[in-house]
């Protein structure tokens, strides 16, 4: 995100005297352009100008040798005991100044970059009150040995002087955060223009051709460094660079340090300062937009060729990092070096690689030591080349950064004069009077704009003359007479995301202000309350929620690792699933196929974060592509589809049940005062899971399933309705699912498919029944069945059984409340016993009818498993 100090922003714009970034802030966020931080100073506290009055060498026992220095800061000198002032005493290790030198100091109460706080103390035998700064020090370049002296850097000031004014190390400078529509904003320039949108400040344009800002040497072009434009695989018929402005500097001081100033505002904007010919590029990038590259001259030879990668082609860029290129890239070459080089490619046009174009420079023409000649590049390179670039190399540089959002095609001749003035001033030299200038950009969109769809789309009553007002005053230039009904809009260079009306509604809309735009809410018509879906769906949440689960919501986003977490087979269904052309994350490209393996993944969170007692659930969509799904047809934008296009978009997405999914970790029960608490168990997840069939009033079946993962093979149940439909498995994770997890030992769940429940629940509204005022007749059978049998279908056939009595269905709860295995029942039986409770609404049950109830529910537990009861 770019950052703006406010003394950088007031050489393009007038600012009013004491603005402060939070100022800066509320004006630009008026036009769109939000605070993503403020950085505060990067010094605070006591930070003046002081005048070395005594400057005393002293070898110290370790061989190093030490100045003790006594520094004149003005008003704020050492106060002695009888009321008068001296000079302050400083230890300093730097040997690079001398008495009568003005340097920088900080005294006690001082903070510097780091932070690192000032004070005052002992050290080599004295009592040093401060300390005597260097460029590093100060965060103003690399510099650590060498103390400044401000003489040197062409500044003057009194001892006592502030320094933190004087050298810019008491701005605060503001971070925003800039849409990628809005990439002129990467520049001092761009925020300018909209801070004077904004507050209707003096707005100088320091970026226009024909302009002669700083004194830049804007001169007519001709002749020059020969450069070849050869994009001959264009990206959708756009061309990879348009534009290629180039001039050469000799005799420059290249690898010297750029002037203090420089540093600064770099540093301020989140730069490390380097060398004067990188240094001043990267100034002027941020100040106008438009990145730059400066070469070697001695090692790029005769003509630069514009060109895409050929097979074969590599480059190491600055970086340091060898890089293979791909026919898409976008190359900056030249010539070989040499008549017998030795790839092979002696003589052809282009054959040697010097950079990534618009992305980064490559290592073998880069500024060294020795380097004097230079040759000065700015062009103008398609955002999408560009961005594919980048992308592809994983590279995001700051050239790229601003290449792939739009530069303003203007803009190279006017930085390169800019560079070179700034090289010339700085570093000596002079520059040649040919200039490159390949342009073969098109001339800026004109649109047609109806006058009155600000109006119509907006809803706020945008007379004519607003709207032309407004395009104007963004850099439009609008054509026709003021009572036309359609106008003609040529946009400004620097804004190539005006391309259709409603780009330039949106720019009126903005500038004359969101907050003129009234809230209006539609009238909300009648409802018809909720759907039976939606009310059966909120009923089981609540019967979860009563019954301790806690409702969560997961991303439906998941990946193969969380599959191999859940133990699923290579064949299973359940790890063919929807892939995602653009996922939130790598690691995470597919849609869900269970609801279970996001609910696990919240579950392992919350116990990872220490709650190990857990009862959570979700209500869910799940994604279960079918093979042989046709594909989804792609239709164009700004058209409503067709009914056909509708049906095909219909067939092609795959189907999304509507899933319920629990889990149960630690303690079910918690110990107390009424007894020994309870883990959560496989009876559990099944008891939930039969909670959402009975609260939807559909009938299930309980049944022992062999192996389904992730559940363990012996504690898992398969529920179903009673023609045999599966409707979700409930019981108790395996052990190498719960140790995969890092779960609670034991941990239990389950997974029922609501949109089955909801088929297989009856139709007709629930009646009430009348509350019997008869007394309940009571009866336990318990029965021995093989050990195979489960206690679902077991309850089942008692269930019918009982029903089936002459005395007709006066089964008011029946519930399995015991379960033997052991000697008394013989190897492999096991023993069942059930509750009966019996009661009609119209009598008092006698002996008989109950007998014959429970002698009924025997009979037909025999018959299904040959049940017979315990003796």
């Not at 009321?83 to 001398?98: E, K, Y």
């Not at 780091?114 to 009592?127: D, L, M």
Request: with cysteine; glycine share 10%; net charge negative.
């Amino acid at each position: 995100m770019p950052r703006i100090p406010l003394t950088w922003l007031a050489d393009h714009v007038e600012l009013p005297a004491g603005t402060t970034a939070e100022h800066l802030a509320a004006d630009l966020v008026r036009v769109g352009l939000e605070e993503e931080a403020i950085h505060p100073a990067a010094v605070t506290g006591p930070l003046v100008i002081g005048q070395v009055v005594e400057c005393t060498p002293e070898e110290q026992t370790n061989g190093k040798t030490i100045n003790w220095c006594r520094v004149d800061v003005g008003p704020l000198n050492e106060v002695t005991p009888d009321g008068s002032s001296r000079p302050r005493g400083i230890v300093c290790g730097a040997h690079n100044f001398g008495v009568g030198d003005r340097v920088v100091v900080a005294l006690p109460g001082a903070v510097l970059p780091g932070p690192f706080p000032i004070a005052s103390r002992k050290t080599y035998g004295h009592v040093s009150d401060g300390m005597i700064c260097s460029a590093r020090e100060l965060g103003l370049g690399e510099d650590h040995d060498g103390i400044i002296v401000i003489s040197r850097l062409g500044l003057d000031a009194e001892p006592g002087t502030d320094a933190r004014a004087l050298l810019g190390l008491g701005d605060e400078v503001l971070e925003i955060n800039v849409t990628p529509d809005r990439g002129y904003c990467f520049s001092m320039r761009g925020v300018a223009r909209e801070y004077g949108h904004s507050t209707g400040a003096v707005f100088t344009d320091r970026g226009l051709p024909g302009l002669d800002p700083d004194g830049a040497d804007v001169r007519p072009a001709g002749g020059g460094f020969g450069v070849e434009l050869a994009d001959d695989a264009p990206i959708d018929g756009r061309a990879g660079c348009d534009r290629f402005v180039a001039q050469v500097v000799r005799g420059v001081a290249a690898s010297g340090p750029s002037p203090v100033w420089m540093q600064r505002r770099l540093t301020q904007a989140g730069m490390r300062p380097i060398s004067l010919a990188v240094d001043v590029t990267n100034y002027v990038m941020l100040d106008l937009g438009q990145p730059l590259h400066a070469y070697d001259l001695g090692q790029v030879v005769e003509p630069i060729v514009v060109r895409r990668a050929r097979p074969q082609d590599r480059l190491r860029t600055l970086d340091g990092v060898d890089r293979r290129l791909l026919e898409q890239d976008l190359l900056i070459t030249d010539s070989p070096a040499s008549p017998a080089g030795p790839d092979g490619r002696d003589g052809v046009v282009g054959s040697r690689v010097l950079g990534l174009a618009g992305v980064m420079g490559g290592a073998e023409s880069e500024i060294t030591t020795v380097t004097t000649d230079l040759l000065i590049e700015a062009a103008h390179f398609d955002p999408v080349s560009v961005a594919r670039t980048a992308r592809r190399h994983k590279l995001p540089s700051e050239a790229a950064r601003r290449f792939e959002r739009g530069v303003d095609p203007q803009l190279p001749r006017v930085a390169v004069a800019r560079v070179v003035a700034l090289l010339l001033e700085h570093g000596g030299g002079q520059a040649d009077s040919a200039v490159t200038d390949v342009d073969r950009t098109a001339q800026p969109a004109v649109v047609s704009l109806p006058v009155e769809l600000p109006a119509r789309l907006v809803g706020v009553d945008y007379s004519a003359a607003q709207v032309r007002e407004t395009l104007e005053e963004i850099g439009c230039q609008v054509s026709g007479p003021p009572d036309a009904g359609v106008v003609d809009v040529s946009v400004p260079s620097w804004r190539p995301d005006l391309t259709r009306p409603v780009d330039l509604v949106e720019e009126i809309a903005r500038l004359r202000g969101y907050d003129a735009i009234p809230s209006v809410l539609p009238t909300a018509p009648a409802g018809r309350g909720l759907t039976d879906g939606q009310r059966a769906r909120r009923s089981v949440a609540w019967a979860l929620a009563g019954a301790g689960f806690v409702e969560v919501l997961t991303y439906p986003f998941v990946g193969a690792h969380q599959h191999d977490e859940l133990a699923l087979p290579a064949d299973d269904v359940r790890r063919r699933a929807v892939r995602l052309l653009n996922p939130l994350s790598d690691e995470q490209p597919e849609m869900r196929t269970n609801l279970l393996v996001t609910l696990l993944d919240a579950a392992r969170r919350n116990v990872a974060r220490g709650t190990t007692d857990l009862a959570v659930f979700e209500i869910g969509l799940v994604t279960r592509p079918v093979d042989g799904a046709p594909a989804a047809p792609r239709l164009p934008g700004a058209v409503r589809p067709s009914e056909q296009d509708l049906a095909r978009l219909a067939a092609a997405v795959p189907p999304q049940p509507r899933r319920v999914a629990g889990v149960l970790t630690g303690v079910r029960e918690p110990a107390g005062w009424w007894g020994p608490g309870r883990r959560a168990d496989h009876t559990d997840a099944i008891a939930a899971a039969l909670l959402v069939a009975r609260t939807v009033r559909a009938d299930v079946v309980v049944a022992r399933d062999a192996d389904h993962a992730p559940w363990h093979p012996g504690r898992t149940a398969r529920l179903q309705t009673a023609d045999g439909t599966l409707v979700g498995h409930a019981g108790e994770l395996h052990p190498k699912v719960v140790a995969a997890l890092a779960l609670p030992a034991r941990a239990v769940a389950f997974e029922v498919d609501l949109d089955v429940l909801l088929a297989a629940a009856p139709s007709e509204p629930l009646q009430a029944r009348p509350v019997s005022g008869f007394p309940v007749a009571k009866e336990d059978i318990a029965l021995v069945v093989d050990a195979g049998v489960s206690a679902g279908e077991l309850l089942e056939a008692v269930r019918v059984g009982a029903s089936a009595s002459a005395a007709g269905d006066i089964v008011e709860e029946l519930r399995l409340f015991d379960v033997y295995t052991g000697s008394q029942v013989g190897a492999g039986k096991k023993s069942l016993a059930f509750s009966l409770r019996l009661r009609a609404g119209d009598r008092t049950l006698t002996a008989a009818e109950a007998a014959d109830v429970r002698e009924c529910a025997v009979a037909e537990a025999n018959r299904r498993f040959g049940a017979v009861l315990r003796a």
